[in-house]
């Protein structure tokens, strides 16, 4: 199948940033001589200088032209799976509790509700080769006839059971990662007798019109983690 034409121009361009040949900064070629060397009408070029911005490779000044972006050296994309990392796998759950509670002023407001509302929580420990490695705790916002079905409810990562009230193409998602020293009851959940830390994951999910629907937080033994980011 051939590519069409702005798809040449924008990765001729992408080409010649990436071999240096145009550097942050430096101006594009104008529309008009990229209309004569890829013999393109005006529309098919913007469509591709398009491409480029959406990409993060050029950005425009109105009236000056095209620039090629500096890179942004500081964002990675991180791929979070609660139940596995490059260095373990979750393989046993087991259910802790269930339960509707009120919620305390902290987890009212990072909830956006009011202290009167009612909440799901659901405490897990999760096991690889039969041991513990992370306690798992997940806040969601209760709605009248909400099923809670304990099975289900095992097994599941925090966007699947979400998903039983909600589509995940809905679902929009924010992630801290920080460390922590455990407590003596999380000692004693994850068998640890000495100074290791935990990291901590809280997921945040959100609804398409950004109002949260839940909130999840895994401590993980930091023995028994490993997250990687890479750029784009």
Request: proline share 4%; charged share 25%; with cysteine.
């Amino acid at each position: 199948m051939v590519a069409p034409v702005y798809t040449k121009i924008a990765e001729e361009i992408k080409r010649r940033i990436n071999k240096g040949e145009l550097k942050p900064g430096d101006i594009i070629t104008s529309e008009n001589m990229l209309c004569k060397e890829f013999g393109a009408s005006r529309m098919t070029v913007r469509k591709g200088l398009a491409v480029l911005a959406s990409e993060g490779y050029i950005y425009s000044i109105p009236g000056k032209g095209n620039f090629v972006q500096k890179p942004d050296f500081k964002k990675y994309i991180i791929s979070y799976d609660e139940m596995s990392n490059s260095i373990s796998s979750v393989d046993k759950t087991r259910l802790l509790e269930v339960n509707i509670i009120r919620p305390d002023e902290k987890l009212a407001n990072s909830l956006q509700i009011s202290k009167n509302k009612n909440v799901i929580v659901i405490r897990r420990l999760f096991y690889t080769d039969g041991n513990p490695v992370a306690y798992d705790v997940k806040y969601l916002q209760y709605q009248r006839g909400m099923p809670i079905v304990e099975k289900e409810l095992q097994h599941a990562t925090f966007p699947e059971i979400i998903s039983k009230g909600t589509s995940l193409f809905a679902i929009k998602k924010e992630l801290s990662i920080y460390a922590r020293i455990p407590d003596e009851e999380m000692k004693r959940y994850l068998n640890i007798y000495d100074q290791l830390a935990l990291l901590v994951v809280e997921q945040k999910l959100l609804s398409c019109d950004n109002k949260p629907i839940g909130l999840g937080i895994t401590s993980f033994r930091g023995d028994y983690i490993k997250l990687q980011g890479f750029s784009e």
